[in-house]
């Protein structure tokens, strides 16, 4: 048993030091597709990466299209996150629609997973809910927030 042991232990050093080199290509091959994920307008905060196509449309085509691609709709939950979009609508010069609404209930707004908000950055004044009809949100490029009519057309920032 104690020569079997030995070679045990020996065996078990081998694969910690295989899983040891796998770790290691991961974490460079890793580190590499974040450098992807955020050229040319992308941007990591911490494990979230916000990237547009630049396209533009309603909130419902937007909010397909980052589904589509097994990401979501942009929605920042802290002040760093809201920066990071922030930075995307000045570099393009366009709001975009977050992954927020007050579809279900006016005035409580939550994101498309049904959670109500953690974070918001509304713009004073806002959400006015103008003539009745906006259940959706916009980012302006100095970060605030405004609600907007969903069927208005912005541009699109999805999260992965
Ligand atoms: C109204 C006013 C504006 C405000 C817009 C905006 C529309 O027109 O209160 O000052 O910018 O609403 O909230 O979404
Ligand atoms: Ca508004």
């Given at each position: 048993k104690g020569d079997s042991g030995l070679s045990e232990v020996n065996l078990m050093k081998k694969q910690v030091s295989d899983l040891e080199g796998q770790l290691r290509a991961l974490q460079a091959s890793f580190s590499k597709y974040q450098k992807v994920a955020a050229f040319p307008g992308g941007r990591i905060v911490g494990n979230k990466v916000f990237v547009t196509s630049g396209y533009e449309g309603t909130f419902d085509d937007l909010k397909q299209k980052c589904l589509q691609a097994g990401g979501q709709l942009a929605a920042p939950k802290n002040a760093a996150e809201n920066t990071a979009v922030q930075q995307i609508v000045v570099q393009h010069n366009k709001s975009v629609f977050l992954?927020?609404?007050?579809?279900?209930?006016?005035?409580k707004f939550r994101y498309l997973n049904g959670d109500a908000i953690v974070y918001s950055n509304w713009?004073?004044?806002?959400?006015?809910?103008e003539k009745g009809r906006e259940n959706c949100v916009e980012v302006y490029v100095n970060g605030k927030w405004n609600d907007r009519a969903c069927g208005e057309k912005r541009l699109i920032l999805c999260e992965f």
């Open positions: 992954g927020v609404t007050d579809i279900q209930t006016e005035g713009l004073q004044g806002e959400p006015n809910n």
